[in-house]
Structures are given as structure tokens and as C-alpha cells.
């Protein structure tokens, strides 16, 4: 199933999940509330700062899973659910920075004209 954000339905992501249309959407109405809450004086550099940080716990996230080093003795089993969340945190972040250049528009085309050439690539093979 191949929903659109027109038709409000879920994507299929090829993994037997399902992934809303709107969670673009989403990740900007996060990230535009959260700025105004919490606004960044150090603009982009202290965003950039916030995804290697975000980027660096999804890599924790990972070492967990793979039980690398002491990783899994320290925080216990991995649980995918706080792999997930790093990645939301992640997504967000990179929204923010995309917010903070004023090319959120620009983002969403970039990520649409890639899936259509991730597509043809795909399916012309």
C-alpha cells in the first residue's frame, strides 16, 4: 500500500510497517513548537552541536544492540523503542537546522525528488 499525503493514508515502508504521511509534517510542527519554547541562541552551530550529540546516542543505541564493549552490562538489553527515539531526536534536530535556514520547502522537495529517483532506480532494474 503507497499512501499520499493527500489521501492521509500510511506509506508502506517495505518492512512491514506502516509509516504515516504526514510525520514530515510532524517533525516541523515539533520542531517550530520547540523552538519557541526553547530558543537557541547559538543558532545553527548550537543545532549542529545538538545532532552530533542526538547522533552520537543513536550510535550508543546501536552498541547496545550489537554488544559491543560494556555497552549492554551498563544500560541493560536493548530495547528498540529508545533506538527509535534517538532517531526521532535526530530527525527533529535536522528539521530544526532546516527551520533555522528557512528551507524546510527545499528539504521536503530534496526528499521527494530522491524517493522518486531511489524509485526509478529500483523499479527500473
Keep these: ?6 489521501t492521509g493514508t500510511a506509506a508502506d515502508t517495505g518492512s512491514g510497517e506502516t509509516c504515516p504521511d504526514n510525520l514530515f509534517s510532524l517533525l516541523v510542527a515539533t ?10 541562541k547559538g543558532g545553527a552551530f548550537e543545532r549542529v552541536a545538538q545532532l552530533a550529540e542526538e547522533t552520537g546516542e543513536v550510535a550508543e543505541q546501536i552498541n547496545i544492540w550489537a554488544g559491543t564493549g ?3 552490562q551498563k544500560h541493560g ?8 527515539m534517538e532517531l526521532a531526536d535526530v530527525m527533529r534536530v535536522a528539521v530544526g537546522i532546516a ?12 526528499i521527494r525528488a530522491r524517493h522518486a529517483q531511489v524509485t526509478e532506480e529500483v523499479d527500473g532494474s
Design 1 to 6: 500500500m503507497t499512501g499520499t499525503a493527500e
Design 99 to 110: 527551520l533555522e535556514f528557512g528551507i524546510v520547502n527545499s528539504l521536503g522537495d530534496q
Design 77 to 84: 538489553e536493548f530495547d528498540p523503542r529508545n533506538l527509535a
Design 31 to 40: 520542531s517550530q513548537q520547540l523552538t519557541v519554547r526553547y530558543p537557541k
Design 70 to 72: 560494556l555497552k549492554r
